[in-house]
């Protein structure tokens, strides 16, 4: 109910705001770039929990291995175009995607679950498709540990600047150059020995250990058509104004930059360029919902990092603008597992599977209970594991066969579950038309057997038409 109203509260918002657009006409709410003199002012006000990482902070090794990876990628046609629901109706998204991360894992956005291909966990047979594939997944586990420990200090040092913790000459520091802004959560956190952390270790643990990472390819000058920036003017978009979903609350989301600069695309030096660099990729935010705070847009070159802390994911919107050389990311994140995951959905398979029974002499399939929650809560499981996972897989999972196999043994256990859930709603069928149960009981078995078959229904007709 809460989040219900929060998206109308949030839907309301964003009329107000397209109607305002509508009457401010070519005029457009202003953004301050690091060229404008109140830019970290601005940062430090209003955006102080969007943490910047310059690539030359990272250790060289890790930028080798890393673009290495996205490249090795690319070469093996690794990246895909994801179909996405919105309102409804089928779009391609303009970037192309892969998600890589714990052997298991899914993420869910716009109404497409992506799969993991599974980086090379400790534990698990996974048999990549070449050993280069098998390197690039290895790399960007490795980039996953050093993002996690980042992501670690980073929150350590807010928690201490928060408290007051903080030195005085550190507290000045912040009012320093551009470049000391941007890594002023550096600089705090390089010593945290002996200091008294305020939030609990395991919780901070929980909103930094990343299961996953999506990685996203675009070239720019491949792209027919990018829609512009709506609210400030700030020219193509490559990804549009949005919330990260999916996440474990107040987790940090961090971001490895990697655009294909050469000499031909180079960053203007003209001081009469107002706004941002359109040839330069850049991160764009704005704080949802409000009309008086400027956006920001921070430019991004090879190897940056930014790190999202905290609640900045659900106070403020972030989009990427796009430049005009090629450009990878790695945008790893503490997915919310709790309804994702291939050990969930086993789980939840078994438990309606309790409800089946076989005789002992004729082998003849009956139900333990006909009870509505029992009934229920099978049907329910029915249609997640058919809509959620089977549909979604083959719909768009088999491209995955070009890094690994790993899902079709998985894909086949969760089928022949579901071939049994198919039993077991023809035999609810078979005990309401014998009618030899109590009829009140009966009832309310039926209504709700019937609601969730009528959803089947309509979903299975959605996803043949798509």
């Known amino acids: 109910g809460g989040t219900m109203k929060r998206r109308a509260g949030e839907r309301e918002k964003e009329l107000k705001k397209k109607k305002l657009l509508e009457e401010l006409g070519e005029n457009r709410l202003p953004y301050l770039t690091p060229a404008d003199a109140d830019f970290h002012q601005l940062w430090k006000t209003k955006y102080s929990k969007l943490v910047f990482r310059k690539s030359d902070t990272v250790p060289e090794e890790i930028h ?28 391609l998204t303009p970037v192309s995607r ?28 996974i048999k990549y498709c070449s050993p280069q594939i098998h390197d690039a997944c290895k790399a960007l586990m490795r980039l996953n540990d050093y993002l996690h420990i980042e992501a670690v200090k980073a929150l350590q040092g807010q928690n201490l600047f928060e408290t007051k913790e903080i030195k005085d000459s550190t507290v000045m520091d912040r009012e320093q150059s551009f470049a000391t802004s941007l890594m002023e959560q550096g600089s705090v956190s390089k010593d945290q020995s002996g200091v008294c952390v305020s939030e609990d270790d395991r919780n901070l643990k929980n909103r930094t250990s990343y299961n996953l990472t999506l990685l996203n390819y675009m070239d720019p000058l491949q792209m027919v058509y990018l829609k512009q920036e709506p609210y400030f003017g700030m020219g193509n978009m490559a990804v549009s104004w949005h919330h990260d979903e999916n996440l474990v609350e107040r987790s940090v989301v961090a971001v490895y930059s990697y655009s294909c600069e050469d000499s031909a695309v180079e960053e203007s030096n003209d001081q009469e ?13 704005k704080v949802a919902w409000d009309i008086e705070t400027p956006g920001l847009a921070i430019p991004l070159h090879q190897g940056d990092i930014y790190l999202m802390l905290d609640d900045l994911n659900m106070t403020h919107q972030h989009c990427v603008l796009a430049g005009l050389s090629p450009r990878f990311s790695s945008t790893h994140r503490v997915a919310d597992s709790s309804r994702g995951t291939l050990e969930y959905i086993l789980g939840q398979c078994e438990l309606a599977l309790q409800n089946l029974q076989a005789d002992s002499d004729s082998m003849a399939l009956s139900l333990k209970s006909l009870e ?3 009934v229920k809560q099978v049907e329910e499981i029915h249609n997640e594991v058919e809509f959620e ?11 995955y066969l070009k890094c690994t196999d790993w899902w079709l043994k998985p894909m086949a256990k969760l089928e022949e579950f579901w071939r049994k859930m198919e039993i077991m709603t023809s035999l609810v069928l078979s005990e309401v038309r014998k009618g030899q149960q109590i009829e009140e009981q009966m009832n309310e078995t039926v209504s709700c057997f019937l609601l969730l078959l009528e959803e089947r229904q309509k979903l299975r007709k959605e996803w043949t038409a798509r």
């Open 372 to 374: 509505a929650a029992v």
């Open 64 to 91: 080798q291995m890393v673009q290495e990876s996205f490249l090795t990628l690319r070469e093996h046609n690794c990246f895909f175009q994801d179909l996405v629901r919105i309102k409804g109706k089928d779009f």
């Open 273 to 285: 360029l107002k706004g941002r660099d359109p040839a330069v990729w850049h991160v764009g935010l």
């Open 98 to 125: 892969i998600l890589i991360g714990n052997p298991g894992c899914t993420y869910k956005y716009l109404n497409t679950r992506l799969f993991t291909v599974p980086w090379p966990a400790e534990g698990y047979d």
């Open 389 to 399: 996972w089977l549909r979604q897989f083959w719909f768009q999972g088999k491209r």
